[in-house]
């Protein structure tokens, strides 16, 4: 197992033990999710998504993966793990059969070279805005909870995301990020 494996499950591990307060919706069994509302930021919270990742990559990734109708893809890129559906899914009104999992969530691979329809779609504004790089997102909820008798801060982020990467020419993925940060 690499290290961005080993550092994936212990951040998940880490965010597991979070507060369950910051549920948007929760979901208690990671085989319930609706994977197109989790990559859309529609639906679900931070532990579902985190309780998720942890099904797929863990012990049971077999069941997971077959509960989906996934296959893991190989990945030239470190921070990305790709996988292609058995079915298309549908998010942001298109269809896709391959999705990516960054260390905070879960993205399409769309058909898309141009990212900046889906962007503008989406209300998603760019911080990087280069002829070969895009990247963007919009803050779907932001909560910051001080830990009673302590100076920790945990912030919790639910972000929607469109980028380009290098690996991918001429797809745009988009999808949401889930993270607890310790401030």
């Known amino acids: 197992m690499s290290f961005y494996r080993h550092g994936t499950l212990a951040l998940a591990a880490f965010l597991l033990s979070a507060p369950a307060s ?79 999992f960054a260390s905070t969530g879960p993205l399409a691979v769309l058909d898309e070279p141009d990212p900046h329809p889906l962007a503008k779609q989406l209300g998603v504004t760019a911080s990087v805005d280069l002829p070969n790089k895009f990247l963007g997102e919009k803050e779907i909820l932001s909560i910051k909870d001080q830990q009673e008798n302590s100076d920790t801060v945990l912030h919790t982020r639910i972000s929607l995301n469109v980028s380009t990467v290098d690996d991918h020419p001429g797809k745009t993925l988009a999808g949401c990020s889930y993270s607890i940060e310790v401030e």
Do not use: H
Not at 31 to 58: H, Q
């Open 22 to 100: 910051f549920a948007t919706t929760a979901e208690q069994d990671p085989a319930r999710i609706d994977l197109a509302k989790l990559i859309e930021c529609t639906t679900y919270d931070v532990p579902s998504y985190n309780d998720f990742a942890m099904w797929l990559t863990g012990p049971e990734s077999a069941t997971a993966m077959k509960r989906f109708g996934i296959s893991e893809l190989p990945s030239n890129n470190p921070f990305l793990r790709e996988f292609q559906l058995s079915a298309p899914v549908t998010v942001f009104g298109r269809q896709t059969s391959r999705i990516v």
